[in-house]
């Protein structure tokens, strides 16, 4: 079966690029472009009516708010503490790297920094260590 | 007799106090709280005083008085210690609530006759009842306490000083007032000290009106300023006339002239250095909002320039790998190939750029590691080889046994192949060769070519850090975009600790950038 990849993100040209790529690695895409369907999703998963995904990609600065609320929203509950979320932003600073790791961040990647190839890797080296 | 203009001259400043601040402070809800709070302690100091004095009523109706304006007392001065701290009432409502009914009714049982204290031929009896009475008042001090507490921990600068002036106040208070109605009733059996009480207060009203008017304190140094020259001039000018010598009241007249003078200036420079002071304070704080805006902006910027790159990178990485079809147009992939390359300089030429700007702000810090700057000048050496042999140019690296340093590699890197790269670009002729030397315990490194030079006036322009300064010379110097990877290597020696310098024998004659690094041997 696909791994499933729930991609937190707004950028609609980094969404297609995302889609495109991800979906060719062989990973099953899903894409929420606010951070309020996010959350939305998250009470979904605890109540049992959506699926787990395997990881997810969250952007920290979206439209409606900023993706660590995503973060501590989800380590929150006991059915959602445990999804792997790796940030994937082109925002960074000592103060939300400090903040993502207090919260529990698997991973922080920067986009820009990575070519496609290096993070279909990572993804996939991430999704091994379950 | 002393005991009572003591008292009166209390009372006298304790609204005089409230008063001024309230005139300094009229626009804000401190000054308006202040001032009903030492309207109250005056009135209390004044009912205290016709307790121990008593006219018009009677000892044990004063008393009624005094006590009910305590109650009145403490719960502004609980609204006060709100205001100040920036709270907003509303998150208070309901304990304000109960407690301004629950004070009313003390203040009304107070009066009813005998249900909290009796007049006992001038001994006032308390009821079990009226311990109610200093609960409330033990629940608004420890509640006040708590929030000044807070707020001296969680502020800094002029907040934090602010609470604690007030908490230093309030605790004196509550202690001594504690000790003259508790402490000292019970060990000694007398109540006579109790006229202490507004002098307690007026120190009270004295350190929350510092805490207030901070501010304008320096603008009072002038008010002071002027109230001692005003009453040394009058005693000079009513000096003669009380002096019957002719001589001396020549003398004296003359030094009240020369005094004129001298206190003219001495307000004139208060008054100029307070000015001064309250300039330098305003740039400090507008410095500080700048910095801050300066940090917003890099990270928003930061942010801004990396969106778009990301998929512009990614897509031509994409058609480069032939994920869409191979291209078939030579012309078109060499095109494409161009376009990436240019798209990885924009992308290092922005990194670095918000790197220099992290590292100034302090957003960002060194990543330090040992590290063998031989063996990094060597990597440099073999990458930009190609580019070198190219234009037919020798690049050489006379290697010298060189210490492990504890440097940012990335970084010193980036600074040194910028050097390089930039010393084979301005060279046509010849080439270039990199030294390096340990002096004065500091390693230097020298990157000398044999390029086009620069003359004194464009090392001085260099030295003096003018790189980006518009101008005929700096065109000249680095051409449009040239100076931004000398500005980069600068920029991360600098936070080494070290420093860039040229030298050069003029135009045409090459010129060797020097970069000193403090050895931190390990």
Known sequence: MKPKILIIEDDKPTINLFEEVFSMAGFEIEVLDLGQKAIERLKEIREGKKEKPDLILLDLILPDMNGISVLKEARKYPETKNLKIYALTNYSSPESNQELTNEGIDKILIKVQYSLNELIEIIKEGLKSK | ?522
């Open chain 2, 1 to 522: 007799m002393q005991k009572e203009y003591l008292i009166l001259f209390s009372i006298l400043i304790s609204f005089i106090i409230g008063l001024f601040v309230y005139l300094k402070e009229r626009n804000r809800q401190t000054g308006s709280h202040f001032l009903i709070f030492a309207i109250i302690i005056t009135l209390w100091s004044i009912s205290l005083y016709f307790y121990n004095n008593p006219i018009l009523l009677s000892a044990f109706e004063w008393l009624k008085i005094t006590l009910s304006l305590t109650i009145v007392g403490i719960f502004e001065l609980f609204c006060f210690i709100i205001v100040i701290s920036n709270i907003s009432f509303k998150k208070f409502k309901i304990p304000l609530i109960i407690s301004f009914i629950l004070s009313a009714t003390i203040i009304l049982a107070l009066f009813v006759s005998g249900l909290m204290i009796e007049e006992k031929s001038y001994l006032m009896m308390l009821h079990p009842q009226s311990a109610i009475f200093f609960l409330l008042l033990f629940i608004y001090g420890a509640f006040g306490t708590a929030i000044l507490f807070e707020r001296s921990l969680k502020s800094s600068g002029i907040e934090h000083l602010q609470a604690m002036y007030i908490l230093v106040g309030f605790g004196f208070f509550i202690i001594s007032i504690t000790c003259l109605n508790v402490f000292i009733p019970l060990l000694t059996g007398s109540r006579e000290y109790l006229w202490l009480g507004p002098i307690f207060a007026l120190f009270l009203v004295g350190s929350l009106a510092f805490a207030i008017i901070r501010y304008y304190l320096s603008e009072t140094r002038v008010i002071l300023m002027k109230l001692f020259v005003g009453a040394i001039g009058t005693t000079l000018l009513i000096l003669p006339f009380l002096i019957p010598s002719f001589n001396l009241k020549i003398l004296t007249t003359i030094i009240f002239l020369l005094f004129c003078i001298l206190g003219y200036y001495l307000i004139k420079i208060t008054h100029e250095e307070s000015k001064r002071r309250e300039e330098a304070e305003r740039l400090a704080r507008e410095w500080e909002k700048l910095a801050r805006a300066k940090n917003q902006f890099l990270l928003s910027l930061q942010h801004h320039l990396r969106t778009p790159l990301t998929p512009i990178k990614g897509y031509l990485e994409r058609i480069l790998e032939g994920t869409y079809g191979r291209e078939e147009n030579p012309v078109i992939k060499e095109k494409l190939i161009e376009i990436k390359k240019l798209a990885d300089t924009l992308y290092s030429l922005m990194e670095g750029l918000l790197d220099v700007q992290g590292l100034k702000v302090g957003k960002r810090t060194l990543n330090l590691e040992d590290c063998q700057i031989g063996n990094l000048i060597e990597g440099i050496v073999e990458e930009l080889r190609p580019q070198a042999e190219q234009k037919s140019l020798y690049l050489k690296f006379e290697r010298a046994s060189l210490p492990t340093m504890k440097l940012d590699k990335n970084r010193i890197r980036e600074a040194i192949w910028n050097l390089v790269d930039n010393a084979i670009k301005y060279t046509n002729r010849g080439g270039v060769t990199i030294t390096s030397k340990i002096e004065d315990e500091k390693l230097k490194i020298a990157i000398s070519d044999t390029g086009i030079g620069m003359d004194k006036e464009e090392i001085d322009y260099f030295l003096q850090g003018k790189l980006f300064e518009r101008g005929e010379m700096t065109k000249k110097l680095y051409g449009p975009g040239r100076g931004m990877g000398l500005n980069l290597s600068i920029e991360f020696i600098k936070t080494h600790g070290g420093k860039i310098w040229a030298e050069s024998g003029g135009r045409g004659k090459g010129t060797t950038f020097w970069i000193g690094l403090p050895i931190k041997v390990e």
